[in-house]
């Protein structure tokens, strides 16, 4: 449920005893009230409380104070008070809104460009702390799955990227990149998306429809690079040239793609879903070189092993 001229926060991204910048608001039985001001503090007991019942959809701020939650955000990732758990907490739950807006929100434009502060956070975190990566992934809940997919598959491209000696720059722009490869699923139907079990043939035509639909909405931004809408457009391109929607061979695909075909698969193997047992990571990357091999760009898939080492090293 939206509320015109509000965003969705969640309670866990506040720090106990710390003074908020913004007014809190609290949504129940379909009531406002102001919970907090700005400049009043909230108690670690009471923390503890509210955290234990927030589903996500009750705690909001005014449109208008965006920029100074962004920059209370910031400052908690900026602090020496927090511990490398604790920062990717909030900062994984301060994205998960975003990530959800991004799925429901009919403003893609809007959604673009709140995601590149993010994600420019993202990898300052992890060029900071050598765990980051592999708290950001274990915090990673199993309720909508595809919130927590495309934020996980931006996560570990961000990790194989890195592997790959990619610039900031560049790194950034893949982060972007790998958070709408799935965008297109917006205009696929939902009974599809939630299906358990295998899906008939129309429906499996109307899933392996996702990249063009999501290239049709990304090209509506222009301000998209094509490094963006090729990771949309191509993720599930095949290196053997049998993949869809355009049997493009080897690198043809461009490796934003190539890197998410590697990234999205990967996460699908290892989360556990309602009807799968997830694999572990060494498990998955070695079913993908063994009995997948000929998908994936070789080089990469094999830079997947660094990024498995990385959350072992943390773990
Ligand atoms: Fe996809
Ligand atoms: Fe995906």
Redesign the pocket.
């Known amino acids: 449920m939206d509320t015109p001229g509000f965003f969705k926060v969640r309670i866990n991204t506040l720090i106990p005893g710390k003074p908020t910048t913004f007014d809190l608001h609290l949504r129940i039985n379909n009531q406002m009230i102001t919970y907090l001001r700005a400049g009043d503090k909230i108690e670690a007991e009471k923390l503890r409380l509210l955290m234990a019942r927030d589903s996500g959809n009750h705690f909001l701020v005014k449109e208008e104070d965006r920029r100074h939650y962004k920059g209370y955000v910031h400052n908690q990732m900026m602090s020496g008070d927090l511990d490398v758990r604790e920062k990717a907490l909030v900062l994984r739950e301060s994205s998960m809104t975003l990530v959800e807006e991004l799925f429901e929100n009919p403003d893609v434009n809007k959604a673009l460009d709140q995601s590149r502060p993010i994600i420019t956070q993202f990898v300052e975190f992890m060029e900071a702390e050598p765990s980051a990566m592999a708290h950001l992934i274990s915090l990673s809940g199993h309720d909508f799955y595809t919130y927590n997919?495309?934020l996980d598959?931006s996560i570990y491209s961000l990790g194989l990227a890195e592997s790959l000696s990619f610039t900031k720059a560049d790194l950034e722009e893949m982060g972007v990149a790998a958070l709408f490869?799935?965008i297109g699923?917006r205009q696929v139907n939902i009974d599809i998306l939630c299906k358990k079990g295998p899906l008939n043939d129309a429906e499996w035509a109307q899933m392996q429809k996702h990249p063009q639909f999501g290239l049709m909405i990304l090209k509506e931004n222009p301000t998209v690079t094509e490094g963006i809408k090729a990771a949309c457009f191509e993720?599930h391109e095949s290196w053997a040239g049998n993949g869809y929607p355009q049997q493009l061979v080897a690198d043809e695909i461009h490796p934003f793609a190539r890197i998410?075909a590697i990234t999205?698969t990967y996460?699908?193997m290892t989360t556990q879903r309602s009807y799968n047992v997830p694999m572990t990571p060494h498990e998955a990357v070695t079913m993908m070189k063994e009995k997948l091999a000929g998908r994936y760009d070789p080089e990469m898939l094999n830079a997947m092993y660094s990024v498995l080492f990385k959350m072992k090293a943390a773990a």
């Open positions: 997919h495309s598959v490869h799935d699923k993720h998410v999205d996460d699908a």
